[in-house]
């Protein structure tokens, strides 16, 4: 349900970025993570983003952007903020935490 739910905050947040990672999800949507621990993220038009995953499917890291926006935004599972980060081609921290650790956000900015 966390997923579900920062996900969907996340990609309603409507930032930008270019990465060759991240994947439109509007329309039917994009199905983040492998299964049984996946969840389908549906954003607005134009709206892209990356997801990262530990092996056990626990942790993750997910990031969105608005095509036409200016800013990156992102967070994780060990994360109570989300972050965000201007310009273009961000990419989001590559290892997803585990337990309650938190992602590396060194430099974005908490929000």
């Not at 389908?40 to 530990?54: A, F, L, N, T």
């Amino acid at each position: 349900m966390k997923k579900t739910i920062l996900a969907a905050i996340t990609v309603l947040l409507m930032a930008t970025t270019a990465f060759a990672a991240y994947e439109l999800v509007d329309g039917a949507g994009k199905t983040l993570g492998s299964s049984p621990h996946s969840t389908v993220v549906r954003g607005s038009k134009g709206v892209m983003v990356d997801y990262v995953e530990d092996s056990a499917g626990q942790g993750y890291v997910l990031g969105a952007y608005h095509g036409s926006g200016t800013q990156t935004y992102a967070t994780s599972s060990g994360d109570t903020k989300l972050y965000k980060q201007d310009g273009t081609a961000v990419a989001i921290p590559t290892t997803a935490p585990t337990g309650s650790n938190t992602a590396d956000f060194t430099g974005w900015t908490a929000m």
